[in-house]
């Protein structure tokens, strides 16, 4: 079993369009978060969510919103694409207490395209 | 805060060759120490972690890394590569705040 997929995979879409990216975690983790990879392979988090706190990083435009329906799931929603935004998307999470904390198992990614 | 550093972009090498994956780090307090890998147009996977406890902490695939902490230091070896080990390395260090990644070791291993 796929300990945390991400759907879908690949997203090909034009400038201007909302779209969403699924994320579901099987590992019972209360703490869910997706990154970022750029084009050259850079990672840096976008958010991190239990389902008491979100923390957002900074720097991330406000188009982009975290929605999680319950601790298992946290989805991504870009609202009006932009070229910049083509990059790989990962979700990932992680327990929230106790050392074990740290660690952080990740999806498989989802590519997407803006044209 | 911190940072890491991955001080090579490329490690060329060759089949059956050990090699080592330098990874440096920044911190004013105690940080946990991970090695991730990406296959290509794969996800990450954990490799190995450096949580508490003895400094040489052992990962999958024949892979192993020490934590030197007066040197900030946290390499990644393997005594003898696969042609399947071709892939990102990722190294990764989390203190008080979020998972801090370097920017990537692309290793080639050549027949």
């Known amino acids: 079993d796929t300990a945390v997929s991400q759907t879908p995979k690949y997203l090909v879409t034009q400038m201007g369009n909302d779209k969403s990216i699924k994320c579901e975690q099987n590992?019972?983790?209360?703490?869910m978060y997706w990154y970022k990879q750029d084009s050259k392979k850079f990672l840096k988090i976008m958010f991190s969510y239990n389902n008491k706190e979100l923390i957002i990083n900074e720097t991330v435009p406000n188009r982009f919103s975290p929605k999680s329906p319950d601790k298992a799931h946290l989805n991504l929603h870009i609202n009006s694409l932009e070229l910049g935004d083509s990059a790989v998307y990962f979700c990932?999470?992680?327990?929230?207490?106790?050392?074990?904390?740290?660690?952080?198992?990740f999806g498989p990614g989802t590519r997407l395209t803006v044209t | 805060a911190q940072s890491v550093t991955q001080l090579d972009s490329q490690v060329p090498v060759f089949e059956e060759a050990p090699v080592e994956l330098r990874c440096n780090y920044s911190?004013?307090?105690?940080?946990?120490l991970f090695w991730y890998v990406q296959y290509p147009n794969q996800g990450l996977q954990l490799l190995l972690k450096?949580?508490?406890?003895?400094?040489l902490v052992k990962g999958i695939n024949g892979f192993e890394a020490e934590f030197n902490k007066s040197q900030t230091s946290f390499h990644l070896r393997k005594p003898s590569v696969h042609i399947s080990d071709t892939a990102e390395y990722f190294c990764?260090?989390?203190?008080?705040?979020?998972?801090?990644f370097g920017k990537g070791t692309k290793l080639s291993v050549k027949p």
């Open positions: 990764a260090v989390r203190g008080q705040g979020n998972l801090i």
């Open positions: 590992l019972g983790h209360d703490t």
């Open positions: 911190s004013s307090v105690s940080v946990y």
């Open positions: 450096y949580l508490s406890g003895s400094t």
């Open positions: 990932a999470s992680s327990p929230r207490m106790g050392v074990t904390a740290n660690e952080q198992y």
